[in-house]
């Protein structure tokens, strides 16, 4: 499976962003799928992750109420909408996938290159 992310870039505060990642090579119905970020100087954090068919997406308390993750099975894409974005959201972000549905980045087994977002104050 082969996965590329897009959508990142540079924000301020309080903006929005909407990353995609594109999944090839795969089943995509089969995968839930993971987002994950990391900042410079800090370990790789969950953010969200989605099950196989969409109807339940599980968000990281530091993004609740601000990100929401949704995918497009028959586009084999998933989508992390980011609204009221802090400069401490700036990191590179993952998207992943999994035969499950987890927030631990050692249950994924695929993992795209990932797309930088800078948020500025």
């Known amino acids: 499976v082969q996965l590329q992310a897009s959508g990142g870039g540079l924000v301020q505060a309080g903006g929005s962003l909407r990353l995609s990642c594109a999944a090839s090579?795969?089943?995509?119905?089969?995968?839930?799928m993971g987002w994950f970020r990391q900042a410079p100087g800090k370990e790789r954090e969950f953010v969200a992750a989605?099950?196989?068919?969409?109807?339940?997406?599980y968000l990281a308390d530091s993004v609740k109420g601000r990100f929401t993750m949704s995918r497009d099975n028959a586009k084999n894409t998933v989508y992390l909408q980011m609204n009221s974005l802090k400069p401490e959201d700036t990191a590179v972000y993952y998207c992943?996938?999994?035969?499950?549905?987890?927030?631990?980045?050692?249950?994924?087994?695929?993992w795209g290159q990932g797309t930088l977002v800078t948020v500025s104050s």
């Open positions: 992943a996938a999994a035969r499950g549905f987890s927030p631990l980045p050692n249950h994924y087994d695929y």
């Open positions: 090579g795969g089943t995509f119905s089969r995968l839930g």
């Open positions: 989605i099950t196989r068919a969409g109807g339940l997406a």
